[in-house]
Antibody, heavy 115, light 107 residues
């Protein structure tokens, strides 16, 4: 079964850091670009980052640029999102989504930024 | 960034109704558009890619059309499991952007 599974979410204080992971299975991870998309409570979808198959091309939304870092380990079939300088506005469910079409999504991991 | 505008924001419909949701892009995005369904508490799912192509496993009552800046998602006969929120999203460039969503509710 083609699957993406996020982990690493939780409660973090404002200004803190957190590292999310996305584990892929059921397909050749190295053959696909991957994105991070988040959804604040009761709000719509917000794309935040993209990484190409090799990791050589990376994009960020302005809202996270300079604070978040996307990376991948193709040997471990895993995607990561290192988040720092977190604020309440970063509170959201974070999803990883495969490829240009976002054709496969993980179940999401909740990040809550609060004191 | 390309702005995506969906209408309506919400609608009420009955089982068996034909439902149409529209999405407008702020510039020409060719046919680089996807439609996504999100049920409450669940992750989004791809329904349509490249404006009019049905994703694998998606029922044929869903269809998409349009090109350039105007797009439509149609559900030909609404089923109970179709009550959800629908998003359009452009795949033309980065930053990727989504419409604000259309919530389809039971009448």
């Amino acid at each position: 079964e083609v699957q993406l599974v996020e982990s690493g979410g939780g409660l973090v204080q404002p200004g803190g850091s957190l590292r999310l992971s996305c584990a892929a299975s059921g397909f050749s991870f190295i053959d696909f670009s991957i994105n991070w998309v988040r959804q604040a409570p009761g709000k719509g979808l917000e794309w935040i980052s993209y990484i190409s198959m090799s990791g050589g091309t990376i994009y960020y939304a302005d809202s996270v640029k300079g604070r978040f870092t996307i990376s991948r380990d193709n040997a471990k079939n895993s995607l990561y999102l290192q988040m720092s300088s977190l604020t309440a506005e970063d509170t959201a469910v974070y999803y990883c989504a495969r490829a240009v079409a976002f054709d496969v999504w993980g179940q999401g991991t909740m990040v809550t930024v609060s004191s | 960034a390309v702005q995506m505008t969906q209408s309506p924001s919400s609608l009420s419909a009955s089982v068996g109704d034909r439902v149409t949701i529209t999405c407008r892009a702020s510039q020409d995005i060719r046919t680089d558009l996807g439609w996504y369904q999100q049920r409450p508490g669940k992750a989004p799912k791809l329904l349509i890619f490249a404006a009019s192509n049905l994703h694998g496993g998606v029922p044929s009552r869903f269809s998409g059309s349009g090109s350039g800046s105007d797009f439509t998602l149609t559900i030909s006969s609404l089923q109970p499991e179709d009550f959800a929120t629908y998003y359009c999203g452009q795949a033309y460039n980065y930053p990727r952007t989504f419409g604000q969503g259309t919530k389809v509710e039971i009448k």
